[in-house]
């Protein structure tokens, strides 16, 4: 068991109050979606969680089993078992996609009980063929010239070859197609279980048919406004914004949701 806590999470870019008081709290065996309309801080709530150097969190708190995650640089994060699947994944020339992965394994294990050549191929075959991916995009550099799609689906395969405590995936459905979605939904929930916990930003329900969440949160101008289970992100998709904003008094300052 483990346990990630966020409490009254205040985070500015530049002179910008973006997070206003997120508390969140997640364990493992659990997953969290969070939705809301565009520009209401979910990538700033990733990013703050992983360490992105931009995004100043000015007060509040992020504990991984009492840890303090905020005195924690971002490798530092990721070895303690933090990960995220980044909205928008960089591509890196000069670095395969096999030797990062590796890398990335290794550095959660202990010096010295580095994973084999052997197990680690042989684990990241069986995982790209649970993620239906192509032979060659393990020696192709990370993420160049991938498509929109193969991007996330990559994103997955780390998740699955670097067993994170906590994962963070940040519209991990955009951009996929009807199969690629079914595929990087079994791949996540593959991972479901004891030691793992999620927290899957969306604006669908389409991914959420596939992985039913636990807990679903709506986050509006900084804040989470509301929590409930699978049923509030089906009513989000029926029924938009709107009547949370109605039922909460919030004017509209945020720009509308994507088409
Ligand atoms: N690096 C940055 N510099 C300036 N403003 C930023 C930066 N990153 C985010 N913002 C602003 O912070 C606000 C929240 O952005 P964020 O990316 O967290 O939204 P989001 O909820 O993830 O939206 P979307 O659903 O469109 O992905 C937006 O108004 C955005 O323009
Ligand atoms: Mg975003």
Request: proline share 0%; aromatic share 6%.
């Given at each position: 068991m483990a346990i990630l806590e966020i409490k009254d999470l205040h985070v500015r870019i530049e002179d910008k109050e973006i997070l206003k008081g997120v508390t969140l709290t997640i364990n493992t065996n659990e997953i969290h979606a969070i939705m809301g309309p565009n520009g209401t801080g979910k990538s700033t709530l990733a990013a703050a969680i992983m360490g992105h150097p931009k995004y100043e969190v000015t007060s509040g708190s992020i504990l991984l089993d009492g840890e303090d995650v905020l005195a924690m640089e971002v490798d530092e994060r990721a070895r303690a078992g933090l990960f995220l699947a980044m909205q928008y994944p960089s591509e890196i020339t000069g670095v395969t996609n096999a030797d990062f992965l590796r890398s990335g394994v290794n550095a959660r294990r202990e010096e010295g009980d580095e994973i084999s050549l052997m197990k680690f191929?042989?684990?990241?075959?069986?995982?790209?063929?649970?993620?239906?991916?192509?032979?060659?995009?393990?020696?192709?550099?990370?993420?160049?010239?991938?498509?929109?799609?193969?991007?996330?689906r990559n994103e997955i395969l780390q998740l699955m070859m670097l067993k994170p405590k906590f994962a963070v995936l940040d519209e991990i459905d955009s951009g996929l197609d009807i199969?690629?979605?079914?595929?990087?939904?079994?791949?996540?929930?593959?991972?479901?279980?004891?030691?793992?916990?999620?927290?899957?930003?969306?604006?669908?329900q389409r991914l959420l048919d596939y992985i039913t969440p636990d807990h679903v949160h709506i986050i509006m101008q900084g804040k989470i406004v509301k929590t409930g289970g699978p049923e509030l992100a089906k009513k989000l998709e029926e029924q938009g914004y709107d009547w949370i904003k109605?039922?909460?008094?919030?004017?509209?300052?945020?720009?509308?949701?994507?088409?």
């Open positions: 191929i042989r684990e990241m075959d069986s995982k790209m063929e649970v993620l239906e991916m192509e032979e060659d995009m393990a020696t192709r550099y990370l993420n160049e010239g991938f498509s929109g799609g193969e991007k996330k199969d690629a979605l079914k595929i990087v939904s079994k791949g996540i929930n593959q991972m479901r279980g004891e030691g793992f916990g999620c927290l899957i930003i969306t604006h669908y109605e039922e909460l008094g919030i004017e509209d300052e945020t720009v509308g949701q994507e088409a």
